[in-house]
Protein backbone atom coordinates (compact mmCIF):
# COMPACT_ATOMS: atom_id res chain seq x y z
CA UNK A 1 0.00 0.00 0.00
CA UNK A 2 1.27 3.32 -0.76
CA UNK A 3 2.19 5.64 2.09
CA UNK A 4 -0.33 8.78 0.60
CA UNK A 5 -2.68 7.61 -2.22
CA UNK A 6 -4.72 9.99 -4.28
CA UNK A 7 -7.18 9.70 -7.19
CA UNK A 8 -4.86 10.99 -10.31
CA UNK A 9 -7.98 12.54 -11.81
CA UNK A 10 -8.04 14.15 -14.40
CA UNK A 11 -11.22 16.19 -12.75
CA UNK A 12 -12.41 18.21 -15.58
CA UNK A 13 -14.82 20.96 -14.57
CA UNK A 14 -16.57 24.00 -15.55
CA UNK A 15 -15.87 27.80 -13.90
CA UNK A 16 -17.88 27.79 -10.87
CA UNK A 17 -18.13 24.08 -9.87
CA UNK A 18 -17.53 22.58 -6.93
CA UNK A 19 -14.86 19.69 -6.40
CA UNK A 20 -13.43 17.33 -3.97
CA UNK A 21 -10.12 16.05 -3.60
CA UNK A 22 -9.71 12.93 -1.28
CA UNK A 23 -6.48 11.29 0.59
CA UNK A 24 -5.48 8.46 2.53
CA UNK A 25 -2.91 7.69 4.28
CA UNK A 26 -1.01 4.62 5.70
CA UNK A 27 0.84 5.66 8.85
CA UNK A 28 -1.82 6.10 11.82
CA UNK A 29 1.33 7.94 13.62
CA UNK A 30 1.53 11.10 11.02
CA UNK A 31 1.17 14.24 12.76
CA UNK A 32 1.14 17.30 10.18
CA UNK A 33 -0.73 17.13 7.07
CA UNK A 34 -0.53 19.62 4.17
CA UNK A 35 -2.12 20.32 0.49
CA UNK A 36 0.36 21.75 -2.23
CA UNK A 37 -0.25 22.63 -5.87
CA UNK A 38 1.81 22.49 -8.29
CA UNK A 39 1.42 24.50 -11.87
CA UNK A 40 2.56 22.79 -14.94
CA UNK A 41 6.52 22.68 -15.41
CA UNK A 42 6.89 24.30 -11.79
CA UNK A 43 7.80 23.97 -8.12
CA UNK A 44 5.12 23.18 -5.53
CA UNK A 45 3.56 25.68 -3.30
CA UNK A 46 2.04 24.96 0.18
CA UNK A 47 -1.72 25.69 -0.42
CA UNK A 48 -2.96 25.58 3.16
CA UNK A 49 -2.34 22.83 6.13
CA UNK A 50 -4.75 20.79 7.25
CA UNK A 51 -5.71 21.16 11.19
CA UNK A 52 -7.97 18.10 12.88
CA UNK A 53 -10.54 20.79 13.41
CA UNK A 54 -10.86 21.44 9.81
CA UNK A 55 -9.94 24.77 8.47
CA UNK A 56 -10.96 27.58 5.58
CA UNK A 57 -9.14 29.62 3.52
CA UNK A 58 -11.19 31.59 0.90
CA UNK A 59 -12.64 28.93 -1.68
CA UNK A 60 -10.85 26.20 0.12
CA UNK A 61 -11.85 23.86 2.99
CA UNK A 62 -9.45 20.87 3.86
CA UNK A 63 -10.89 18.00 6.29
CA UNK A 64 -8.87 15.76 8.21
CA UNK A 65 -10.21 11.85 9.70
CA UNK A 66 -7.73 10.47 11.81
CA UNK A 67 -10.17 8.23 12.56
CA UNK A 68 -10.18 6.56 8.94
CA UNK A 69 -6.54 8.29 7.96
CA UNK A 70 -8.30 10.76 5.01
CA UNK A 71 -7.50 13.88 4.07
CA UNK A 72 -10.19 16.14 1.72
CA UNK A 73 -9.75 19.19 -0.14
CA UNK A 74 -13.27 21.33 -1.21
CA UNK A 75 -12.85 23.86 -3.81
CA UNK A 76 -16.10 26.13 -4.37
CA UNK A 77 -16.62 28.65 -7.56
CA UNK A 78 -13.68 26.98 -9.60
CA UNK A 79 -11.80 29.60 -11.24
CA UNK A 80 -9.42 28.82 -14.59
CA UNK A 81 -6.86 29.73 -12.22
CA UNK A 82 -7.14 26.83 -9.82
CA UNK A 83 -6.17 24.21 -12.85
CA UNK A 84 -2.91 22.72 -11.57
CA UNK A 85 -2.09 19.30 -9.62
CA UNK A 86 -3.09 19.52 -5.89
CA UNK A 87 -0.65 17.43 -4.08
CA UNK A 88 -1.65 15.57 -0.76
CA UNK A 89 1.32 15.89 1.39
CA UNK A 90 1.89 13.98 5.28
CA UNK A 91 4.64 14.52 7.78
CA UNK A 92 4.95 11.17 9.71
CA UNK A 93 7.13 12.50 12.32
CA UNK A 94 10.69 12.55 12.71
CA UNK A 95 14.13 14.24 10.66
CA UNK A 96 11.54 16.92 9.21
CA UNK A 97 10.16 14.55 6.48
CA UNK A 98 7.42 15.05 4.05
CA UNK A 99 5.88 12.18 2.01
CA UNK A 100 4.07 13.73 -1.05
CA UNK A 101 0.91 11.55 -2.92
CA UNK A 102 1.13 11.58 -7.04
CA UNK A 103 -1.00 14.66 -7.16
CA UNK A 104 -4.49 14.91 -8.40
CA UNK A 105 -4.66 17.09 -11.82
CA UNK A 106 -7.54 19.56 -11.58
CA UNK A 107 -8.53 21.73 -15.18
CA UNK A 108 -11.03 23.93 -14.78
CA UNK A 109 -12.76 25.45 -18.18
CA UNK A 110 -14.76 27.74 -19.24
CA UNK B 1 9.37 34.14 -4.81
CA UNK B 2 9.84 31.47 -2.01
CA UNK B 3 13.55 32.47 -0.91
CA UNK B 4 14.89 29.20 -1.94
CA UNK B 5 17.04 29.43 -5.08
CA UNK B 6 18.55 26.95 -7.64
CA UNK B 7 21.05 26.93 -9.83
CA UNK B 8 21.17 25.91 -12.96
CA UNK B 9 17.77 26.25 -14.12
CA UNK B 10 18.26 23.72 -17.06
CA UNK B 11 21.13 21.21 -17.58
CA UNK B 12 21.84 18.71 -20.47
CA UNK B 13 24.82 16.40 -19.78
CA UNK B 14 26.08 12.87 -20.88
CA UNK B 15 26.92 9.98 -19.11
CA UNK B 16 30.44 10.29 -18.41
CA UNK B 17 29.97 14.21 -17.49
CA UNK B 18 29.95 15.41 -13.76
CA UNK B 19 28.54 18.79 -13.21
CA UNK B 20 26.83 19.85 -9.43
CA UNK B 21 23.29 21.44 -8.89
CA UNK B 22 23.41 24.40 -5.94
CA UNK B 23 20.41 25.61 -3.68
CA UNK B 24 20.27 28.16 -1.54
CA UNK B 25 18.14 29.55 0.70
CA UNK B 26 17.74 32.82 2.77
CA UNK B 27 14.83 31.74 4.76
CA UNK B 28 16.85 31.28 7.67
CA UNK B 29 15.87 27.47 7.89
CA UNK B 30 17.35 24.52 9.41
CA UNK B 31 16.34 21.66 7.13
CA UNK B 32 17.19 21.45 3.49
CA UNK B 33 16.01 18.68 0.91
CA UNK B 34 17.11 16.98 -2.40
CA UNK B 35 13.94 15.83 -4.21
CA UNK B 36 13.62 13.79 -7.85
CA UNK B 37 10.45 14.10 -9.57
CA UNK B 38 9.78 12.15 -12.71
CA UNK B 39 7.05 12.79 -15.62
CA UNK B 40 3.80 11.23 -13.66
CA UNK B 41 5.42 10.09 -10.36
CA UNK B 42 5.19 11.39 -6.98
CA UNK B 43 8.23 13.44 -5.86
CA UNK B 44 10.87 10.87 -4.44
CA UNK B 45 13.04 12.30 -1.52
CA UNK B 46 16.66 11.73 -1.93
CA UNK B 47 18.62 13.41 0.47
CA UNK B 48 17.56 15.41 4.20
CA UNK B 49 19.82 17.46 5.99
CA UNK B 50 19.52 19.15 9.73
CA UNK B 51 21.31 21.47 10.66
CA UNK B 52 24.66 20.92 8.02
CA UNK B 53 24.26 17.02 9.33
CA UNK B 54 22.60 14.45 6.64
CA UNK B 55 19.56 12.76 8.20
CA UNK B 56 18.60 10.66 5.87
CA UNK B 57 19.22 8.88 2.61
CA UNK B 58 16.63 7.54 0.89
CA UNK B 59 18.83 4.47 -1.05
CA UNK B 60 20.01 6.90 -3.72
CA UNK B 61 22.82 5.77 -5.77
CA UNK B 62 26.33 6.79 -5.14
CA UNK B 63 26.18 8.66 -8.43
CA UNK B 64 24.49 11.33 -6.50
CA UNK B 65 26.44 13.10 -4.08
CA UNK B 66 25.34 15.73 -1.46
CA UNK B 67 27.24 18.21 0.09
CA UNK B 68 25.84 20.74 2.92
CA UNK B 69 28.56 22.72 3.60
CA UNK B 70 26.20 25.52 6.00
CA UNK B 71 22.35 25.52 6.89
CA UNK B 72 21.91 28.01 3.63
CA UNK B 73 24.05 26.17 1.13
CA UNK B 74 23.21 22.70 -0.33
CA UNK B 75 25.14 20.72 -3.07
CA UNK B 76 23.82 17.73 -5.36
CA UNK B 77 27.16 16.20 -7.28
CA UNK B 78 26.50 14.36 -10.07
CA UNK B 79 28.56 11.71 -12.29
CA UNK B 80 28.24 8.89 -14.38
CA UNK B 81 24.63 9.34 -14.68
CA UNK B 82 22.02 7.40 -16.24
CA UNK B 83 19.28 8.65 -18.77
CA UNK B 84 17.01 7.19 -16.37
CA UNK B 85 18.49 10.08 -14.64
CA UNK B 86 16.54 12.58 -16.40
CA UNK B 87 14.20 14.42 -14.32
CA UNK B 88 13.25 17.77 -12.42
CA UNK B 89 15.99 17.70 -9.03
CA UNK B 90 13.97 20.31 -5.90
CA UNK B 91 15.18 21.76 -3.30
CA UNK B 92 13.40 22.60 -0.64
CA UNK B 93 13.92 24.44 3.03
CA UNK B 94 11.80 24.08 6.39
CA UNK B 95 12.29 25.36 9.54
CA UNK B 96 12.05 22.11 11.60
CA UNK B 97 10.07 18.65 12.36
CA UNK B 98 6.76 19.02 10.65
CA UNK B 99 6.74 21.71 9.28
CA UNK B 100 5.96 22.73 5.59
CA UNK B 101 8.88 23.06 2.80
CA UNK B 102 9.01 25.62 0.67
CA UNK B 103 10.37 24.43 -2.82
CA UNK B 104 12.77 26.21 -5.18
CA UNK B 105 12.31 26.21 -8.85
CA UNK B 106 14.01 23.16 -9.49
CA UNK B 107 16.92 21.88 -11.85
CA UNK B 108 15.32 19.92 -15.34
CA UNK B 109 18.30 17.69 -16.25
CA UNK B 110 18.96 15.46 -18.92
CA UNK B 111 20.78 13.16 -19.42
CA UNK B 112 22.30 11.78 -22.85
Known amino acids: RKEVEQDPGPFNVPEGATVAFNCTYS??????FFWYRQDCRKEPKLLMS???SGNEDGRFTAQLNRASQYISLLIRDSKLSDSATYLC???????????FGAGTRLAVHP | ETGVTQTPRHLVMGMTNKKSLKCEQH?????MYWYKQSAKKPLELMFV???????ENNSVPSRFSPECPNSSHLFLHLHTLQPEDSALYLC???????????FGPGTRLTVL
Open chain 2, 92 to 102: ASSPGDGNEQF
Open chain 1, 27 to 32: NSASQS
Open chain 1, 50 to 52: VYS
Open chain 1, 89 to 99: VVAPGGYNKLI
Open chain 2, 27 to 31: LGHNA
Open chain 2, 49 to 55: YSLEERV
